[in-house]
């Protein structure tokens, strides 16, 4: 980001929603990211949000501390005996230096001020600790309602995502990421969802809110009936994905 202009809260609003409809990441990512890392006693997922990425830490790290600066979230999150969930910015985490193996950063690391953040995960990290970034961008859909779905994404409210949203689009590829890279191998998010799910999740879009606060409606309304039509039965599942993109690398050497 090219200034810090402090926290964009563009979910808080829809926290429980976020909660209800937001997809989960594949266990196989944390198996992966734990095996990167030379010790397993802290992990830190910064900008938690409700906790879907935490959850997924727990199964590798004895202590997984989750940050997030919106109350709304934390107060969403989802309990687990080993996750501390605290709020606080990225660029601020309050963490003690040199506590930290894994930083993880699930579709949060286009919010943060790169230059603050990054200086931050330096002070944190251990020895052989680990940066990951984690992001997804537009969903497949199974069959014909891909089409109505990628409209909606594209034409219907594109022009209401917030700029940083293009970063994600791009597959992170202009962040600039200071550590020595690590290669990961191909990583999908899937789900099998009937219709009414699919359209829980696209309300949780910061661009669907933004819509409504500038044309007062509810632009899936617009959608609606050609999802209906390509869908066919309602409570029918399609399998739904979301190509994941993974920025990793070593913090020190």
């Not at 976020?18 to 944390?30: A, K, M, S």
């Not at 993880?104 to 970034?133: C, N």
């Not at 309602?145 to 992170?172: L, Q």
Request: overall charge negative; proline content about 6%; hydrophobic content about 35%.
């Amino acid at each position: 980001m090219s200034s810090s202009s402090g926290f964009k809260d563009h979910f808080s609003t829809q926290a429980g929603d976020y909660t209800r409809y937001r997809p989960g990441y594949p266990p196989e990512l944390f198996a992966w990211l734990a095996g990167l890392t030379e010790k397993r006693d802290t992990a830190w997922d910064c900008g938690c949000g409700n906790g879907q990425a935490s959850i997924g830490l727990t199964p590798y790290y004895t202590n997984v501390i989750a940050t997030d600066p919106s109350q709304q979230q934390i107060d969403n999150a989802r309990a687990h005996e080993r996750i501390s969930y605290r709020v606080a910015p990225a660029e601020e985490s309050g963490l003690e230096a040199g506590s930290i193996d894994l930083v993880l950063v699930a579709q949060a690391l286009h919010w943060f001020d790169f230059e603050r953040f990054y200086a931050e995960v330096r002070r944190v990290t251990r020895s052989g600790g680990v940066l990951a970034a984690v992001s997804y961008g537009e969903l497949q859909v199974e069959g014909a309602p891909d089409a109505v779905a990628s409209g909606f994404y594209h034409r219907i409210i594109g022009p209401y995502w917030p700029p940083e949203r293009k970063y994600v689009d791009d597959g992170y590829v202009d962040i600039p990421f200071p550590f020595t890279r690590i290669t990961a191998p191909p990583f999908a998010m899937l789900a099998d969802w009937n219709l009414e799910q699919l359209l829980g999740y696209l309300g949780t879009w910061s661009a669907v809110k933004e819509y409504k606060v500038h044309k007062g409606s509810d632009p899936r309304e617009l959608i609606i009936d050609g999802l209906r039509a390509a869908w066919g039965d309602e409570e029918q599942t399609r399998r739904i994905s979301w190509p994941l993109t993974l920025l990793a690398g070593r913090v020190r050497g």
